[in-house]
């Protein structure tokens, strides 16, 4: 008797195939390593914005799987927020300016909207040490080709892509001393605290209220925060 050929649905062939598991969720909390950084603006003002009036600090939380980073201040009503998904390399800013609540997600690899990025961007590793924010730290040279400077980095923990949100994204280790441009606001940041702690994985997604815009609207909007109408 002859053997009648018998083929599966293509449905049960993909869920029979290995590997073609959807990804698990997210936990409802995880083990974040929090940095608190001092933020000193290079120069008095940004634009027509006295920078004496701005936040001086930017709270950061490092998970396996995200980086965010945030500063606010004007009793509220002012928020920059930047997700980045480590596995997927994109990153999400969320910008509140007096109740205007906007988002953007960008390209996997892409910088946020308003970071500037040299057109050179070098660096040398010294071997020189110090302690910052109780962050065992290593100096390192950097040349933008415009001007140079030190920055520090540390290994004393182990993060996969940590600098995707500034132009520093090829150094391996998390930054403890670090400058970066935002539109016209250039900025030294110096991590004060360190600390182990566990977050809600809520914060690592985008709130209802936020409307999505694109990368050309955000990037108008950041810096009219910086110049007159």
Known sequence: MACKSFLLPSFLLILLIPGCKSPAPEPVSMEARYLKYRVTYLESRAGDVPTRILPDVMDSYYTESFVLTRIHGFFEQFSLVQIADLRRRKVTTLL???????CYTGRSGELPPGVFEPG?????????????????????????????????ITRDFDIRRPNITTPYHFIDYPLSDFRIQLSLLKMHLTCEESEITTVESSIFSVPEEYREVSREAMEHIINSLFTKD
Do not use: H
Request: net charge negative; glycine share 12%; aromatic share 12%.
């Open 120 to 152: 050179k961007l070098e660096v040398e590793y010294t071997g020189e040490t110090r302690v910052i924010g109780g962050l065992n730290s290593e100096r390192i040279c950097v040349d933008t080709g415009t001007e140079q400077f030190s920055m520090y």
């Open 96 to 102: 509140n300016f007096f109740g205007t609540k906007v």
